[in-house]
């Protein structure tokens, strides 16, 4: 398909750290101008762990939003190996918890109280897949021994793979998926397991972070990885497929903690995702399949309704003029460059 205009449903955005504080005031507005809703990441210092956490975290979020914004934040809680399976239940029955996240300790960002030893948390799963709420997992082992590149797919094996036969109904999404492992792993399962898929990893591999000079704005977690998992991970996005689905994980960190000696996780992305989605799918002749992408396939894996609201996206002869860099009170936190103009722009329809 080649057109200079369409319209489609209001993307959401199902994987989405917006921080606290100052920082959750400087990038709430990207995201609140561009999608309806957002799984929230609870990995805030300390993390999100209780539904009391939740319902104080998802406050500030209202607090922070803009006048005229509308936006609602799906809330996670951060599973520890004390997660209390009543406390889970009484959150999802509240319809305030969405979803939890696991994450592997030290895999990432803030994951120091993850798990560390998964039987830890089976009656937590088990009451998860009781009451049909999903799993998000960080998928990728910390083993000292297993290389950065194969840790997605020693995941699948090792955690992922028992996991999904011991809890069969367990509704499971793997995030931010990076690898052809872990497009064939969604794929080959049944429909209770899905995966995200980040703007970025649709535009980068490996070289954009390690050729030419180390790159730390192009570094995040799962790392990007070989030219032939990022084709792989078009096909998975362009296919239409609805176990595939945009989860930004746009992860805002200051300029200067990327810029380090050992610079920080996270690429952030909200502010230019539309755009930067639709360059991709245009370029893969699957213009069509960007709404079932970014405002279908997520609503359906989680049971919620599909945005009424619409956006008009249309092309322009002069290219996005985006700021490079966003404010946050003294500091900034640097905007994904993708390497090429941006030509697509949206506008809401009312
Ligand atoms: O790049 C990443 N940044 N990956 C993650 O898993 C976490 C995130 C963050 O919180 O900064
Ligand atoms: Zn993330």
Redesign the pocket.
Known sequence: MSQAEFVIRRPDDWHL?LRDGAMLNAVLPHTSANFARAII?P?LVPPVVTVADATAYRERIMAALPEGHQFEPLMTLYLTEATDPADVEEGVKQGLIKALKL?PAG?????DSGVRVIEKIYPVLEKMAEIGVPLCV?GEVTDADIDIYDREAVFIERVLSPIRDRFPDLRIVM??ITTEDGVAFVNEAGDNIAATITTHHLIINRNAYLVGGIKPHY????VAKREKHRLALRAAATSGRAKFFLGT?S???PTHAKESACG????YTSINTISCLAHVFEEEGALDKLEAFASLNGPAFYRLPVNEETIRLYKSDAPLELPSTVAVQSETVTVFDPGFPLHWRHEDMR
């Open positions: 750290h990441m990995n994450y895999a990432t960002t803030n994951s960080h995030e931010h570094y995040c977690l799962p994980d992860a805002p960190h920080c996780a996270g690429i």
